[in-house]
């Protein structure tokens, strides 16, 4: 907070957005303010967070400051009103309009910024308005060349504009309030996680069983060679993490997609009848397909 903070005052802006502990990442409507998940506050909690969801949001004082950024967005646009302005309206849309609880992104768009997975910018107004901020506060961004001949640029530029004009003001909305504070929680770890991985790990698309079969044999002159479950656990976590690094999804999601292809070369009594290096390369293909078909085919769940 104290970087975000000092990173607000190199813009000259007197806002400082005050932060409290709660159940996930969020600025909540009418507040000023960042919510901060929890689990932040010890590296206990961090070892769990990462245990049950096979990540940390939040866990690196990069991915930190990019989700910082993101929230104070959200609260710079509460403390000034900025949503009421016409021309906020024209540049971001309607910042009324029902904020949905899933959205279909399109990857390739280039009317917004690309800042937090998922082309989180395409979801909601508010959340365009937020992700053109954290882009435009980042030192050392370079946004005008990064975004030119992007449409994105016409809000940076009018962002930029926006915030010089706010340089020295104090804000208009001043609340302290805080949302769903931790100590007014009283949902159990147990009851937390189970809900966070319902909302993470459903809605996997199926494979296909025609490309287990394409890299894996069933023949019975293969009978004794080991099996392809075997082989996917034990490469499962590394090519996880790289297929979540390359395509935005949460890591929990394509470990949901990893057990399902596990678990149909199990039932399928596949094997590995090929050199492993070979099929740790096409394997890693195989699960990036999937993917990025499950980002094609499925709306997007809002997650802050």
Request: charged share 30%; proline share 7%.
């Amino acid at each position: 907070m104290r970087r975000l903070y000092d990173e607000l005052a190199d813009r000259r802006l007197k806002f400082r957005p005050h932060c409290w502990l709660s159940s996930e990442w969020f600025s909540p409507a009418g507040v000023p303010g960042v919510a901060i998940p929890f689990y932040l506050a010890h590296p206990r909690l961090m070892r769990l967070e990462n245990k049950m969801m096979l990540d940390v949001e939040g866990g690196t004082k990069t991915s930190c400051m990019r989700l910082l950024r993101h929230e104070a967005g959200h609260a710079i646009e509460v403390a000034y009103k900025l949503d009421r302005r016409p021309r906020w309206r024209r540049i971001f849309g309607n910042a009324s309009r029902p904020y949905p609880t899933h959205y279909r992104p399109k990857p390739f768009s280039r009317d917004y910024v690309l800042h937090l997975d998922w082309w989180y910018a395409q979801s909601h107004p508010t959340e365009d308005f937020a992700e053109t901020f954290a882009v435009w506060l980042r030192p050392g961004t370079m946004w005008r060349r990064r975004y030119r001949n992007w449409p994105a640029l016409k809000k940076l530029e009018y962002l930029d504009n926006l915030m010089n004009e706010l340089a020295g003001r104090r804000p208009m909305v001043t609340s302290r309030e805080r949302s769903d504070p931790l100590s007014a929680l009283k949902m159990t770890l147990r009851a937390y996680y189970e809900e966070r991985q319902a909302r993470y790990g459903s809605d996997y698309p199926a494979f296909y069983d025609s490309d287990l079969r394409r890299l894996f044999s069933e023949a019975p002159e293969h009978a004794k060679c080991p099996p392809a479950s075997q082989f996917l656990r034990s490469t499962g976590a590394r090519l996880r993490n790289r297929v979540a690094a390359w395509t935005g999804v949460y890591a929990y999601t394509v470990d949901q997609i990893l057990r399902e292809m596990i678990s149909r070369c199990r039932d399928l009594k596949l094997r590995v009848h090929r050199p492993t290096d070979e099929l740790r390369t096409e394997v890693a293909i195989l699960l990036t397909m999937q993917v990025t078909n499950y980002i094609h085919s499925n709306e997007h769940r809002l997650a802050l």
